[in-house]
């Protein structure tokens, strides 16, 4: 009888290892992205812009009763490009704790940097 409870406890605390394991599976920062609403601050005026929902391939962006949607790209190197709109250009994504900063490769296109701040 002993023996029997031993191997159910073993086969329940292998489950459970199991579960826990699968559990704390690495997200993507796109997946990251798309599973919270963000607001973004632009750092040219360094004030609140509006709020983003992410999906896999646009960017909703609303700021007050406006809405607009950018087209956007994430590679493997986490460059960032937003392909229409005020924002289109090539950014790095880079972490900052729970949220994100776009800075822009290129200095010349005077793009501003953004940050994208968790709203959760």
Not at 97 to 116: A, E, G, H, M, Q
């Amino acid at each position: 009888m002993k023996k029997i409870l031993h191997l159910v406890s073993l086969i329940v605390l292998v489950g459970l290892s199991v579960l826990v394991v699968s559990g704390c599976e690495e997200k993507s920062d796109q997946d990251v992205l798309i599973q919270f609403p963000w607001k973004l601050k632009v750092s040219s005026n360094d004030r609140l812009s509006g709020n983003v929902i992410f999906t896999s391939t646009k960017m909703k962006y609303t700021q007050g009763s406006k809405k607009e949607n950018f087209n956007y790209t994430l590679d493997d190197n986490d460059t960032f490009v937003i392909k229409n709109g005020k924002f289109a250009g090539k950014y790095k994504l880079l972490t900052d704790t729970t949220d994100y900063v776009l800075r822009p490769y290129s200095k010349s296109l005077n793009k501003p940097k953004i940050d994208l701040i968790r709203n959760d």
